[in-house]
């Protein structure tokens, strides 16, 4: 399967209708590799292209109609918290705590999963940054899922036009948009994950004790046939150090 293999995930005529009320935005993490800049403040309130990233991420979840958004927070969680009271508006924002151990991206959804409700909800990372392309991305994301077939939908890029990213590619796609693969060591995958997911809450059982990532999900519903990607049409960018800003921000000014 070549990178630029068409997919063929259908899409509904009404991209509008059936975007989840809620979103879980993870912004919990520790920003290591944004170091010095996080220092003193989390990764999502690092600034990109004149505004923090969660910012961004907020006027995505506005524009596609989202109502409700669910923040994970833990380190240095007072600034993320009262920029999100003072800064950000037009969406109800509810607080998932995790000041008292990190717990990674699948014990955060875990830890909030009473907050999330018992309807299909989006999953958004709060520390990169997605320009849309022809249409809504995560319209496009909520008229592509169906409940009958699918736990997991990720938006996805091809792994070249990655901006700014210098991993290896995360997953293979069968042209039906089916995940039939991971990445294997030392292969490299056509397609990246760009931190944009809707989740079905029964994919959400049997979870360890503890932090842990959303593989365990992830691997599950792939298992089970039930995990699916559909590829980003717009620019993403994988801002994970200082360096990276710069470059981010040179390509949006060109356009």
């Avoid at 505004?51 to 600034?79: C, E, M, Q, S």
């Avoid at 309807?119 to 990169?128: G, R, Y």
């Avoid at 990655?162 to 292969?187: E, S, T, W, Y």
């Avoid at 717009?234 to 990276?244: E, K, R, S, Y």
């Amino acid at each position: 399967m070549t990178m630029g293999a068409k997919r063929t995930l259908a899409i509904r005529p009404d991209p509008g209708g059936h975007v989840p009320e809620t979103a879980m935005v993870m912004a919990a993490g520790l920003g290591k590799r944004m170091r010095p800049l996080t220092a003193l403040r989390p990764k999502p309130l690092v600034e990109v292209a004149g505004k923090p990233l969660i910012d961004h991420t907020f006027d995505h979840l506005r524009a596609a109609g989202v109502k409700r958004a669910v923040v994970n927070v833990h380190y240095l969680a007072d600034a993320l918290e009262a920029h999100l009271t003072h800064r950000v508006h037009g969406i109800e924002v509810v607080v998932s705590d995790e000041r008292a151990e990190l717990l990674e991206t699948g014990g955060g959804i875990v830890h909030a999963r009473d907050k999330l409700g018992d309807k299909p909800f989006l999953v958004c990372n709060s520390d990169n940054l997605w320009v849309d392309g022809p249409d809504d991305s995560i319209r496009s994301l909520a008229a592509a899922w169906d409940e009958e077939r699918m736990d997991a939908l990720l938006l996805m890029v091809s792994h070249a036009h990655a901006n700014c990213h210098r991993g290896q590619g995360d997953f293979h796609l069968a042209p039906d948009g089916r995940i039939v693969g991971r990445r294997k060591a030392k292969r490299l995958a056509p397609f990246v994950y760009i931190g944009v997911q809707i989740l079905h809450p029964r994919v959400i059982r049997d979870w360890p004790e503890g932090p842990f990532s959303t593989n365990l999900f992830w691997d599950r519903a792939i298992e089970q046939g039930r995990a699916y990607g559909l590829v980003h049409t717009g620019l993403w960018f994988d801002v994970g150090t200082p360096q990276a800003i710069g470059r981010t921000e040179a390509i949006l000014a060109d356009g």
